[in-house]
């Protein structure tokens, strides 16, 4: 008899179940409930974690392989893009202030994604989502390393790129994302995926990346493009994690559907309330637009979203709480956040600037029913103060929402002229919010958001750099006279112009 047997080869699902589920197993040194404190109390029951499906059944070598190919194609756009001076292609240098939002707003998020996905995946006792998790996990720190070396090369010539860690953790309006990830993260496990994998990363993804991609290709930005490819697989895996978790929750006890229910209602209301950074960027800061705000969300939200809740039903799940809000709001949220922009320029690390007459044409079209009543009115009024050297800024610092750390500046769901307001009391102290949506979700977990470090609250404390604004300012990183201020006169600005007077006279 011959010892030597021919290796077997496996077929692609019993090497996958081998290189994943098979690495698995029952804890005996310790109970499986100590060593997997968290995938248990938030209320959650599972039955079989087997029943997890992994529709990529990627095993580790061909994801390592996957992205390394990716990486090299990235890298050498990248190159070239530097190598040809890539910024004089955009279409208008105030363009690159969409970048400086996305470096400083959205790259930290992609690594606190990398590491939220890897603190959930070590707390899930099964092997499919434990797995799942792990590649996520690699691919968002992934995102965030691509996001940087895409966006470095503007940090050569513009202004407000040179310290987005810091920023992240103390600019006031980046507050408003950064408080959206601390909070998914410090929520369990299995809110946590339900925050980013299914809220954001399957309801609401397509609202942050199509305009920041398309917006990159229509305004010449090859870069981010790229990335935004380089970016777009890893995606797909990710929404179908995020389908997959809230599929496998609801399958496995009719108990959680409310909770997963519950979870919903908050992360869209909070993702919502995010993506009106984007709204502005859409309608105000893209020299060449793609599409509105009101179109995308009617097509990404409305439609897609529409189809998808009413799949969920035979479950029992029902559209998000408040999504009627948001279809009112979807033809004023853009312009109510560069209002506030503009009047806390000179407190931000990017530029803002008034829409030109054919800008002002254009969302005038886009928005028939608000823009020429209620925003074009302010805009000629903030043109007038301007032409007559009263530029105005506002110098009161104002208040925020609790929840979703945006200032006070969205309006009544029924009425686009007043401003709306609501408050809970707790404890003895009063606490303020811009919607019922955001009031709901404190009243919920008000333990958890009383602890929120509100910008506002705390340069009143004293806590950011001192009284006076520039002090503050110095303790932000950000260089007064460069990085704030209107886009006119600013070096960014000069800068541009002297290129295009020189392409100009290269030309002639
Ligand atoms: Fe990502
Ligand atoms: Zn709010």
Same mark, same amino acid.
């Given at each position: 008899? @011959?010892?030597?047997?021919?290796?077997?080869?496996?077929?692609?699902?019993?090497?996958?179940?081998?290189?994943?589920?098979?690495?698995?197993?029952?804890?005996?040194?310790?109970?499986?409930?100590?060593?997997?404190?968290?995938?248990?109390?938030? %209320?959650?029951?599972?039955?079989?974690?087997?029943?997890?499906?992994?529709?990529?059944?990627?095993?580790?070598?061909?994801?390592?392989?996957?992205?390394?190919?990716?990486?090299?194609?990235?890298?050498?756009?990248?190159?070239?893009?530097?190598?040809?001076?890539?910024?004089?292609?955009?279409?208008?240098?105030?363009?690159?202030?969409?970048?400086?939002?996305?470096?400083?707003?959205?790259?930290?998020?992609?690594?606190?994604?990398?590491?939220?996905?890897?603190?959930?995946?070590?707390?899930?006792?099964?092997?499919?989502?434990?797995?799942?998790?792990?590649?996520?996990?690699?691919?968002?720190?992934?995102?965030?390393?691509?996001?940087?070396?895409?966006?470095?090369?503007?940090?050569?010539? +513009?202004?407000?790129?040179?310290?987005?860690?810091?920023?992240?953790?103390?600019?006031?309006?980046?507050?408003?994302?950064?408080?959206?990830?601390?909070?998914?993260?410090?929520?369990?496990?299995?809110?946590?995926?339900?925050?980013? @994998?299914?809220?954001?990363?399957?309801?609401?993804?397509?609202?942050?990346?199509?305009?920041?991609? @398309?917006?990159?290709?229509?305004?010449?930005?090859?870069?981010?493009?790229? +990335?935004?490819?380089?970016?777009?697989?890893?995606?797909?895996?990710?929404?179908?994690?995020?389908?997959?978790?809230?599929?496998?929750?609801?399958?496995?006890?009719?108990?959680?559907?409310?909770?997963?229910?519950?979870?919903?209602?908050?992360?869209?209301?909070?993702?919502?309330?995010?993506?009106?950074?984007?709204?502005?960027?859409?309608?105000?800061?893209?020299?060449?637009?793609?599409?509105?705000?009101?179109?995308?969300?009617?097509?990404?939200?409305?439609?897609?979203?529409?189809?998808?809740?009413?799949?969920?039903?035979?479950?029992?799940?029902?559209?998000?709480?408040?999504?009627?809000?948001?279809?009112?709001?979807?033809?004023?949220?853009?312009?109510?956040?560069?209002?506030?922009?503009?009047?806390?320029?000179?407190?931000?690390?990017?530029?803002?600037?008034?829409?030109?007459?054919?800008?002002?044409?254009?969302?005038?079209?886009?928005?028939?029913?608000? +823009?020429?009543?209620?925003?074009?009115?302010?805009?000629?009024?903030?043109?007038?103060?301007?032409?007559?050297?009263?530029?105005?800024?506002?110098?009161?610092?104002?208040?925020?929402?609790?929840?979703?750390?945006?200032?006070?500046?969205?309006?009544?769901?029924?009425?686009?002229?007043?401003?709306?307001?609501?408050?809970?009391?707790?404890?003895?102290?009063?606490?303020?919010?811009?919607?019922?949506?955001?009031?709901?979700?404190?009243?919920?977990?008000?333990?958890?958001?009383?602890?929120?470090?509100?910008?506002?609250?705390?340069?009143?404390? %004293?806590?950011?750099?001192?009284?006076?604004?520039?002090?503050?300012?110095?303790?932000?990183?950000?260089?007064?006279?460069?990085?704030?201020?209107?886009?006119?006169?600013?070096?960014?600005?000069?800068?541009?112009?002297?290129?295009?007077?020189?392409?100009?006279?290269?030309?002639?």
């Amino acid at each position: 008899m @011959s010892v030597a047997t021919k290796a077997r080869k496996l077929g692609l699902k019993q090497r996958y179940a081998l290189m994943t589920r098979g690495l698995g197993w029952e804890t005996t040194y310790q109970p499986m409930d100590t060593v997997f404190p968290y995938d248990t109390y938030e %209320g959650i029951k599972i039955h079989d974690w087997d029943a997890w499906e992994d529709p990529f059944r990627l095993t580790m070598d061909a994801y390592w392989k996957y992205q390394s190919e990716k990486e090299r194609k990235l890298y050498a756009v990248i190159d070239s893009f530097a190598q040809n001076n890539g910024h004089l292609g955009i279409t208008d240098a105030r363009y690159v202030n969409a970048i400086k939002l996305f470096l400083t707003g959205v790259s930290p998020l992609e690594y606190q994604a990398h590491r939220g996905f890897a603190h959930a995946g070590r707390h899930f006792r099964g092997v499919g989502p434990r797995i799942a998790c792990q590649m996520q996990s690699i691919d968002e720190l992934r995102h965030a390393q691509t996001q940087v070396h895409a966006m470095s090369h503007y940090n050569k010539y +513009f202004d407000g790129f040179h310290d987005k860690t810091h920023m992240h953790d103390r600019v006031w309006y980046l507050s408003v994302p950064k408080s959206f990830f601390d909070d998914a993260m410090t929520a369990g496990p299995f809110e946590f995926l339900t925050a980013i @994998s299914f809220s954001f990363e399957y309801v609401l993804t397509n609202l942050l990346f199509v305009p920041f991609m @398309s917006g990159a290709a229509y305004n010449g930005d090859m870069a981010t493009v790229t +990335f935004g490819f380089s970016a777009q697989s890893d995606e797909a895996r990710h929404m179908t994690l995020g389908l997959e978790v809230i599929k496998f929750m609801l399958e496995q006890d009719e108990g959680n559907t409310p909770i997963v229910q519950r979870w919903m209602d908050k992360w869209f209301w909070r993702g919502y309330r995010l993506l009106a950074l984007v709204a502005m960027m859409m309608d105000y800061m893209l020299p060449k637009r793609i599409m509105s705000w009101q179109e995308a969300w009617e097509m990404y939200f409305e439609e897609a979203g529409g189809a998808l809740f009413e799949d969920l039903s035979r479950y029992g799940i029902r559209p998000p709480k408040y999504h009627e809000v948001a279809a009112k709001e979807k033809d004023r949220i853009s312009h109510e956040a560069w209002g506030i922009f503009y009047n806390y320029t000179h407190a931000a690390a990017f530029h803002t600037w008034l829409p030109n007459e054919d800008e002002m044409a254009w969302l005038s079209a886009k928005y028939p029913k608000t +823009f020429d009543k209620i925003y074009r009115p302010r805009y000629e009024q903030w043109a007038k103060m301007k032409a007559e050297g009263k530029r105005f800024y506002n110098n009161t610092l104002p208040q925020l929402c609790t929840t979703c750390q945006i200032p006070m500046g969205f309006t009544e769901p029924d009425d686009p002229t007043t401003i709306c307001f609501r408050s809970s009391e707790y404890r003895g102290e009063r606490y303020h919010f811009c919607s019922d949506g955001c009031k709901d979700i404190f009243d919920y977990e008000p333990e958890k958001y009383i602890q929120s470090w509100l910008p506002v609250h705390q340069i009143y404390q %004293g806590n950011c750099g001192g009284a006076e604004l520039g002090q503050v300012l110095d303790w932000y990183h950000i260089n007064q006279g460069a990085d704030n201020l209107d886009y006119d006169g600013s070096p960014d600005q000069q800068l541009w112009d002297k290129w295009m007077s020189d392409r100009k006279k290269a030309a002639s």
